[in-house]
């Protein structure tokens, strides 16, 4: 059974500094990707960060860059996601998820979630 575990969300300030950790079980990741998207009420699903298993290559969204860290444990098959300078904004259900690779290495098709871990950040 194919598992994604998430953990790390919380209600924080903003300004504050949060990790976020996804272990995944029951698969292996070879030429996939691994990484967080978040979704939020009134909002369109945003694709955080990923990172490529194999080549080891990082993308973040436009409003990660700087802020954010995506880094793995190869051991654990595990992501995590360091969030600092949270915002607003940032507040949304964080999602772990694997996902395919196209023909251009890029992620594609999402074939794994977690069930998801709440960030809340007030002003």
């Known amino acids: 059974q194919v598992q994604l575990i998430e953990s790390g969300g919380g209600l924080v300030q903003a300004g504050d500094s949060l990790r976020l950790s996804c272990e995944l079980s029951?698969?292996?990741?070879?030429?996939?990707?691994m990484g967080w998207l978040r979704e939020a009420p009134g909002r369109e699903r945003e694709f955080v960060a990923m990172f490529l298993w194999r080549s080891g290559i990082r993308y973040y969204e436009e409003f990660a860059k700087g802020r954010f860290t995506i880094s793995r444990d190869d051991a654990k098959n595990a992501v995590f996601l360091q969030m600092n300078n949270l915002k607003f904004e940032d507040s949304a259900a964080y999602y772990c998820?694997?996902?395919?690779?196209?023909?251009?290495?890029?992620?594609?098709?999402?074939?794994?979630w977690g069930k998801g871990t709440l960030v809340i950040v007030s002003s």
């Open positions: 029951g698969r292996a990741l070879d030429n996939h990707a």
């Open positions: 998820v694997v996902m395919s690779l196209n023909e251009d290495n890029k992620p594609h098709d999402i074939e794994e």
